[in-house]
């Protein structure tokens, strides 16, 4: 009995480690959405010639009742399983728009970004659920990007291409993330309809020491000029990473560098702070060239 109960401890310590931790966020991510406990936080888009905020891009975390702030990676793949993922990009996309027409309202005109699951791109029906969230919300669709991730596009360009034009037909446009990751060819740049890449952090951890690198994001760059696709480049952390971008004539950036994600008061703060220092030394750096 004593070592039917021993095995039962083992066997139960390790349920906690993967299986049974999965389980609890399952079970507590089916009420998450009506108990108030999701919440987001906005990263600074910078247009890397003036140094301005011109956009932020919306990231979810989950706000439990005991304080504890959950990423993303920690619940996402159990809500994209369950088929939880699509109350919670409703509400995602909800939020998100809401509070862009309550910044746009107080003279903070930044566009939102909004990260889409591809779990949601693949139901045909994701072009309405974008269509009321633009009809609830008021939001001009022009101040909206959704952000696809490669790998999402690559499987079926057609069906890719046909769910992409319904989103741009709305107004808003689409941002391809993580750009470099998902091992499609560039010559997929030129068959899909997007607007925007944005160029993976990998690419530019290692920049300034990396010629390899730096020949890799210049003609993803140049690339993208040509075919009149914008550039935004992630995960920027140093001032010589903007630098070096800024003389690239990468359009814009985002990264610790400039700011974490922050709760909406924050950017509100920061969006002000940005227009006054625009033009002046902190953020002249990206002047250079
Ligand atoms: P992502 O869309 O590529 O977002 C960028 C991630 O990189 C964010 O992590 C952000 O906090 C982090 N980051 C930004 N700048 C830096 C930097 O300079 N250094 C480093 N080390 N990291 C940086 P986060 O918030 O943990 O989100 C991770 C991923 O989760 C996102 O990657 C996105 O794919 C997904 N995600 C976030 N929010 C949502 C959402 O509302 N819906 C969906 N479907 N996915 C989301
Ligand atoms: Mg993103
Ligand atoms: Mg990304
Ligand atoms: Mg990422």
Known sequence: KTAGGNTFELFHHEMEDAEAAAMRIELDLQSVVTSRELILHYQPQIDLRSGKIIGVEALLRWQRPDGTL????????????????????????????????????????????????????????????????????GINPVDLELELTESVLIGNTDTANQQLADLRKLGAAVAVDDFGTGYASLTYLSRLVIDRIKIDKSFIDRIENSPSDQAIVRSMIDLCRKLEIKVTTEGIERPEQARWLARQRCDEGQGYYFSRPQPADKIAEMFHTSMKAAHRDEMQMCHIS
Do not use: K, Y
Not at 83 to 112: H, S, Y
Not at 121 to 132: G, T, W
């Open 70 to 137: 959950l990423l993303p990676a920690t619940f996402l793949p159990v809500a994209e399983e369950t088929g939880l993922i699509v109350p919670i990009t409703e509400w995602v996309l909800n939020e998100a728009c809401r509070q862009q027409v309550a910044w746009t309202a107080e003279d903070i005109t930044v566009r939102m970004a909004v990260n889409m699951s591809g779990v949601l791109f693949r139901r045909a029906d994701i072009h309405n659920l974008v269509m009321d969230v633009i009809e609830r919300t």
